[in-house]
Structure formats: structure tokens, C-alpha cells
């Protein structure tokens, strides 16, 4: 399956999927990855000479301008799954309706619990002894499509946001390579679509 990966920071998400996608058995193809900023995770794509591309904010005059270009620079590459792999902005009407349904994120929580941009440090919080990481299906909401994939991982005592974090992501970086792999691998529930011939 055709994947345009979307990310805002160290892509260290992106950099599993990459490596993942290096074995001719994985279901997923990375065709490219898209940022909302010269983030430094595009550099994984760089390295190989796959297509990145930056749609940022600021570069347009409102948000829905924003929404319309972003779902244009992943269209160009005919994707059929979009991987938020720590995307930091919620997309809007013009990017669900394209591709709502193989539009997948990962969030470094159990969602329901702890949604939102701040979500090891709400856990480490709320005294957590357990959180996790999560893959669903983006809809309109923020953290709230359909859960595809969790798997729990333990507070330790002395934990701070970022070792709780390095912990999650390690888990993090395994449940979204399964979980896309799978989605990917997944007869299309829609009619199908025009497959890359490979
Ligand atoms: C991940 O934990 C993701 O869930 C969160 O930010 C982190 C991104 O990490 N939104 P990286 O940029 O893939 O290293």
C-alpha cells in the first residue's frame, strides 16, 4: 500500500516505518513524508531519497487555506494510507475528506485517557501506573477515531515526561509498524482502488 507518512519532530516514528518498509515483505510503501515545518524527521526521507514535502501554517492566510494545501501536497502521491506519525496539528474538512479512513495516527496514550498534545506528561499527572500507546483512525475530533490498535506501558517510580515518553515510543514504534502493516494488508472495505501494479 502506497504511504505518505506526516510528522512535526524527531520522526523517530517515521524512521520505524522506514526501516520496516526496507523489507519487500511489508504490505506498506513509504512514497513520501510531509511535515508542518522543516522538521528534523524529514531528514529519514532525505537520507533516501524519498519525496518530502513542508505545508505549514504560516505559509497560507487561515487555517482552512492550510487544510486544503496539505491535502493537496498527499494526493500527489496517490496514497492509499496516511500515517500521522507525531503530527502536531489537527487536520481539517479538506484532509478527512480525502482521506478519512486510511487516515491512521499513533498518540502516546491509552485514548480515551489523556488525549490532546500533552499526553505523557497529563498521565505522569494524574499518577498513572499504567498508560500506553494507541493507533486509531483520525476523525473530526482530536485523539478520538476508532481505536485500532493499544498496548500498555508502565509508569516506573522516578518516571519524567521523558523517560515515560522514550518508554512509550519504544512500544509506540512497534504497535504502529504491526498496526499499519495490518491495516495494509487489509481487504479494502471501499471498492477497491486502483493498486500500484507491483
Ligand atoms: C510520538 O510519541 C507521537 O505519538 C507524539 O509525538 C511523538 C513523536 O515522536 N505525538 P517522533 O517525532 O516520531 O520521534
Not at 531519497?49 to 487555517?63: E, K, N, Q, S
Not at 482530536?142 to 518516571?159: I, K
Amino acid at each position: 500500500a502506497r504511504t505518505v507518512v506526516l510528522l512535526s519532530g524527531t520522526g523517530s516514528l517515521c524512521a520505524a516505518l522506514l526501516e520496516a518498509a526496507d523489507d519487500r515483505g511489508y504490505p506498506a510503501e513509504v512514497v513520501a513524508v510531509g511535515a508542518d515545518r522543516q522538521a528534523p524527521g524529514l531528514e529519514h526521507a532525505r537520507r533516501r531519497g524519498l519525496p518530502t514535502f513542508v505545508c505549514a501554517l504560516g505559509d497560507h492566510p487561515d487555517r482552512a487555506a492550510w487544510d486544503r494545501a496539505l491535502a493537496d501536497r498527499i494526493a500527489a502521491f496517490a496514497p492509499d494510507l496516511v500515517v500521522s506519525a507525531g503530527f502536531m496539528k489537527i487536520v481539517g474538512p479538506a484532509v478527512l475528506g480525502a482521506f478519512e479512513g486510511r487516515l491512521l495516527n499513533t498518540h502516546p496514550a491509552l485514548l480515551p485517557a489523556f488525549p490532546g498534545a500533552h499526553a505523557v506528561r497529563d498521565a505522569l499527572a494524574a499518577g498513572a501506573t499504567v498508560t500506553g500507546s494507541t493507533v486509531h483512525l483520525v476523525d473530526a475530533g482530536v485523539d478520538t477515531g476508532p481505536v485500532l490498535a493499544q498496548r500498555e506501558v508502565p509508569v516506573l517510580p522516578g518516571d519524567d515526561e521523558a523517560t515515560l515518553h522514550e518508554r512509550i515510543k519504544h512500544v509506540e514504534r512497534q504497535l504502529l509498524v504491526e498496526t499499519v502493516a495490518a491495516f495494509a494488508a487489509a481487504p479494502p472495505t471501499t471498492p477497491p482502488r486502483t493498486r500500484k501494479s507491483t
